[in-house]
C-alpha cells in the first residue's frame, strides 16, 4: 500500500491480490483489471491480478483514439460508437437483439451462398473424430462454456438453422509452455514470479476446466452437435481457422461464431488472427458478447471512471437486454448431423496433453459445470440463515462467508450466465434489498471490469493503465525506503506482517477464491 498525494489530499493506492476464479463483487468503485486468465495457478499469487484504485483515467483524447482504432469500416450495420453488428435478417423472427454481435469482417457481412473450400490439407490436430468437409455453420467456444443461456451460441444455432446447415462447435487449447522450469524458480534472488503464459496449467484450474467441456460435451452430444477439442499447435486463431472451420478433414465453415472475451491473448486470436483469414477467404465472422447482461460495447463506448458512471448506463438499458433465453436446439433442424458426432473426445488424452501442474490440488466441491452451479445458487437464494436474505447487510463482512454466493468460479469459467442469475432472483421477489444488492454488484460493478479491460487492451494489466498523477506519485516515492520488503514466494505463503493480508492469502490458496470484499480492501 503506498501513499500517495495529489495537491493537499492523500490518496492511497491499494494494491490487492485478485483470484482467477472471482468476480467483482467489492461495494468499491474499483476498475478491475479482468479476473480470468487461462491455464494459469488458479488459488495461488502468481497469476492474481493487482487491483488498482484510482479516481482519474487516460485523458480523453487517448480514449478517442482508441476507439477509432476499434471502430472498424463503416457500414449501415454500424451504431454509433462504431461498431458494425451483424445484418438483421439474420435473426428475423427469433428472440435474439441484433446489438449483442459484432462483425469482425466488414468486407463479408452475411454468408455467401457458394463457396469455394480452402485447398490442402493440413495436419490433423484434433481430439476427437469428425467428418471431412462438411458444409456447416461453427460456433467457436472460447469464454462461455456452456449450452444453457449462451447468447453466442443461439446466435450460431438461428443462421445454421436460416441457411439450412449443421451447427458444430470447437474448442481450442493453446499449446502448453516451451520452457516449464522457467516458470518454477523461487525468487529468493528478487526475480519476479513467472507470466502466466509461462506456467502450466494447475490440477486446480485444470481440472474445473475439463469438467465443464465434458459437461457441454455430452449435452451437445444429446442435441446432435459435433463437439472437437482442438490444441494448437501455433497460433490459436490461425489454427482455428485453418486445421478446422475450414479443413478438407474437418468442416467447410460457412459462417463462424465466437464468443466475446476482452483479454488481449483472446482478442489476438480473434481480432488479429483469425478475422483476417475468415475476411480473406470470404467467411463471416462473428463475435456476441454473451457473458455480460449488457453487451461491452453497448454499455459504454469508452473506459468509465468506475461504478458511478457506467451504472446509469447500464441501468438505461438493462430491461432491453434483461430478457429471458429461447431454448437451445441443437441440430433439430438438420438431422443427419448428429450421425457424425461419434462419441466425445478422448478425455485422458487431453489432460495428458495439458501437462497439469500437480503441485496445486482441486478444491473439494469445486466441480466445474453448469449443473453444479444452479445448485450452489439455489443454496444461496433458499437459505433460511444467510445468502440472499442477508446479502445486503452482510455481503463485505468476510467473517460471513455463506452469504456470498460463492459462485465467481462459475460465472468466470463461462458455466453459467449471470443473466440466468439475474433473471431467477428477481423471479423469487423475496428479500428485496438483498435483490438489488446482488444484481449491482453482478452486473454494474463485475461489468465494469470487462469495460476496463476492453478499453484499455494494451497496459489493463500494467501500472501504465493508472492514472497519470498516481504513477507520477510512485516515480517520486520509488527510492524511498521501504519498513518491509518481501520476495514473492513470502507474498503467496502469506509470511507478512499484515495479518489481514495473510488471512485473505491463505485463504486463496486453500479455497480458491478469496473473499469479495478482502479483493478491494
Known sequence: MHRLRRGGSVFLLTLTVRPLSCASSSSSSVASFVNAIPHSRLGVLLPSIITLRYSSLLPQQQQQQHLSSMSGVTNPYSNTSGIIHADASLVEGCEFDITRTRLLTPRVPIPPKTKTRCNGKPENNTFGVASGGTPCVVYWMIRDVRTADNWALLFAQNIAKKIGLPLRVVYALPPPPDDREAATAEGEDGSPPPKPSDMAPTTRHGKFLLDGLKVVSNEFEEKGVPFTVLHARRDVGHDVFQDYCLSPAMCDAYAVICDMSPLRHHRTWVEKQ?????????????????????????????????????????????????????????????KGA???????????????????????GSVDGMRGGHEMAMTRFHDFCTSKQHGLKNFDTLRNDPNYNNVCSNLSPWINAGHVSFQRLALNVRALKAHTNGTAAYIEEGVVRRELSDNFVYYTPDAYDSIDAAAGWARESLDLHASDVRDHVYTWKELEAGMTHDDLWNAAQLQLVREGKMHGFMRSE
Not at 461491452?296 to 438505461?316: D, F, Q, Y
Not at 457424425?340 to 500437480?358: A, C, F, H, K, M
Open 274 to 334: 483469425a478475422a483476417p483469414s475468415f475476411e480473406g477467404a470470404g467467411v463471416p465472422f462473428y463475435q456476441v458478447d454473451a457473458h455480460n447482461v449488457v453487451p461491452v460495447w453497448i454499455a459504454s463506448n469508452k473506459r468509465e471512471v468506475g461504478a458511478r458512471t457506467l451504472r446509469p448506463k447500464i441501468n438505461g438499458v438493462f430491461a432491453r437486454y434483461c430478457t429471458q433465453f429461447p431454448e437451445f436446439e441443437g441440430n433439430i433442424h438438420n
Open 338 to 360: 448428429s450421425d457424425e458426432n461419434r462419441g466425445p473426445p478422448p478425455w485422458e488424452d487431453i489432460e495428458e496433453y495439458l501437462n497439469l501442474d500437480t503441485s496445486i
